[in-house]
């Protein structure tokens, strides 16, 4: 075809996996970058492990990256159904097609004889698979198994001679040994059809170009190009991913600290942009020395042979200092929109915003944005902005709200910052520095036990700064709180 067309095809199993929108976004690049179609497929056949509500969670997590589909659910492109749960009658037809034809055949035995051949190749210590029992019936037995099992399982005739061989586009020519494959099910008793049967009629009524997907279906490529062959139809081009690791080389998983649900990212808040940027170059590289890719210029210059070889580490340290740079580059006054969610959810800010909320949001953003990793560390680093009875930090108060000298730095700086008439940072700067010189302390002696009592922390912005947004009736109330506190320490110390 004159043009790519990639598929991503979730199962609606559980929240979306990292792994699964990692190769989302390289269906997706890959087919921006060659003009081609991205599609979005259910493979919902699976009805034992079907959760309720992840198809919708894959949906919303794929338009959050924005990355929308441009054939699948909500989208009809002309190759639907797009679930495979509403194509079943076309599983049956061309599985009955292959049967007709001697390259698959019914399985009559029952769940308790496979359990017993499994166990007797196990103890004898050998490959565990079928024994391809059901394949060489004759008529007449196969009559009277029917009779028995009016409910047989369709396997596919796997080659049992030679080797099995294709190219792929990142491990290059890759074999098999047929000998060591077994005669695999395409549809089960309960009229479903497998993963690997369903997957390979789908992409070829769908005219898929591309098959992209983890490392960890590579071992199943043969039962899938045998199929192609038995049916006649040309293979698309594969394209096996790398695994993705921790930073300790270990398989990603709950274990290794970080999470390994895409929608927890989103929850976090962590920008699209940047998770995309993210997820781009986890296992695929432009051959630049950068970290920083804009959405148009990732489309620009994926291509599948940039993708490595070998596993991919997913570190979380290089997502949050990623995130970072993209919250210093949004403008303030989008990011401040962006967080405004959160800081009404802690009830912070009114759920229909006055413009006054609104400037002081942006004047908060504004000091804040160098300090956010996620937009869910908001709240936390604005709430003494907004909260005037704060708790004290335990460490600020023992190195600076609890020694002697602090009620009468503080006494001072407010009698110096009452006569402040401009509040602004310049007047605000030499109002605290005079208020600490007329008890005799200077610099961070002065500093500190301020910053303490405006915003109960020894760490944030700027202090000058933080207090002109603040304001000033707040500020003074705020030292004299903290003058009171601060004697109460001394006298029960």
């Not at 024994?131 to 399982?153: F, M, T």
């Not at 500190?448 to 915003?455: D, Q």
């Amino acid at each position: 075809m004159s043009k790519s067309r990639l598929r991503f095809a979730p199962s609606p199993t559980g929240s979306p996996h990292i792994g699964n929108i990692r190769t989302a976004v390289f269906d997706y690049l890959y087919a921006r970058h060659t003009g081609g179609t991205f599609i979005l497929r259910v493979e919902d056949t699976d009805r034992t492990r079907y959760v309720e509500g992840s198809l919708e969670e894959m949906m919303k997590g794929l338009r959050w990256i924005e990355m929308q589909w441009d054939e699948g659910p909500e989208v009809d492109g002309g190759y639907g159904p797009y679930f495979q749960s509403e194509r079943l009658e076309i599983y049956h037809k061309y599985a009955q097609q292959l049967v007709d034809e001697g390259k698959a055949y019914y399985c009559y035995c029952t769940r308790e004889r496979l359990e017993e051949m499994r166990k007797a190749q196990e103890a004898a210590k050998l490959p565990t698979g079928y024994d391809r029992r059901c394949r060489e019936l004759s008529a007449d037995e196969r009559e009277a198994c029917a009779a028995e099992n009016p409910h047989p399982v369709i396997r596919f005739a796997m080659k049992r001679e030679g080797r099995t061989e294709f190219d792929d586009i990142v491990r290059g020519r890759v074999g098999f040994d047929n000998a060591l494959q077994d005669d695999f099910v395409m549809i089960k008793a309960d009229g479903f059809p497998t993963y690997h049967f369903a997957s390979i009629v789908d992409d070829h009524l769908m005219q898929i170009t591309h098959v992209v997907r983890g490392e960890e279906w590579l071992s199943s490529a043969p039962k899938h190009i045998q199929l192609y062959e038995a049916f006649g139809w040309e293979a698309p081009l594969w394209v096996h991913l790398p695994l993705i690791l921790d930073t300790t080389g270990k398989k990603l998983s709950k274990r290794s600290g970080v999470s390994t649900s895409f929608y927890d990212y989103i929850l976090q808040g962590y920008l699209p942009d940047a998770m995309l940027n993210f997820l781009a170059t986890m296992g695929w590289s432009s051959g630049e020395d950068r970290k920083l890719y804009s959405r148009e210029e990732l489309i620009e210059k994926f291509t599948l042979e940039g993708i490595v070889n070998h596993p991919a580490i997913f570190d979380l340290a290089k997502l949050n200092d990623l995130n970072g740079e993209y919250i210093r580059m949004t403008p303030v006054e989008e990011l401040a929109k962006m967080i405004l969610p959160r800081l009404q959810e802690a009830g912070y800010v009114s759920q229909s915003p006055s413009d006054e909320e609104m400037r002081y949001l942006i004047e908060i953003t504004t000091l804040n944005r160098d300090r956010m990793v996620t937009l869910g560390d908001a709240p936390d680093l604005v709430s003494f902005f907004y909260a005037d009875d704060f708790v004290y930090e335990e460490k600020g108060v023992k190195k600076h709200l609890a020694k002697e000298t602090t009620p009468a730095i503080l006494k001072s700086v407010i009698e110096k910052l009452a006569s402040v008439e401009t509040w602004d940072t310049e007047s605000i700067d030499a109002a605290v520095r005079e208020g600490g010189l007329a008890v005799g302390v200077e610099g961070g002696r002065v500093i500190h036990p301020v910053r303490m009592a405006i915003t109960g922390r020894t760490w944030g912005p700027g202090l000058f700064d933080l207090m002109q947004v603040i304001g000033k009736d707040r500020c003074i109330a705020r030292l004299h709180r903290a003058e009171e506190f601060s004697s109460r320490e001394i006298s029960m110390s």
